[in-house]
């Protein structure tokens, strides 16, 4: 399902990255790193409108050719970022927060 995972700090440097094919790593950390734009953005606009999140799921950031990127912060401004295979067209949207609550909870 899920083709890369990565955590981020609040400084967005990765505090973890997991991949589901070794030989595309470097891919997958650009795919990464392009996303935590696309977050900042987000986060900012939804900083506008409400002032107390405890959490923030922010869906699907952006797609690519090949993957679907969904993001998610904490209140402390962690973040934890999904990249999933386009060919994977019947996710919703729960299906990815499940699999963003099960990475936060173990």
Request: proline fraction near 3%; glycine fraction near 2%; charge should be neutral.
């Amino acid at each position: 399902m899920a083709a890369a995972v990565a955590v981020i700090s609040k400084e967005n440097y990765p505090l973890y990255v997991k991949t589901s094919s070794p030989g595309n790593d470097l891919k997958f950390l650009y795919t990464i790193h392009t996303s935590l734009d696309v977050i900042e953005e987000k986060v900012l606009t939804v900083n506008k409108t409400a002032s107390d999140l405890r959490e923030l799921y922010l869906g699907l950031l952006y797609p690519t050719e090949d993957y679907k990127v969904y993001g998610y912060v904490t209140n402390t401004k962690i973040k934890f970022i999904v990249v999933v295979e386009s060919s994977h067209t019947t996710l919703r949207d729960n299906e990815i927060r499940q699999v963003i609550s099960h990475v936060t909870l173990t």
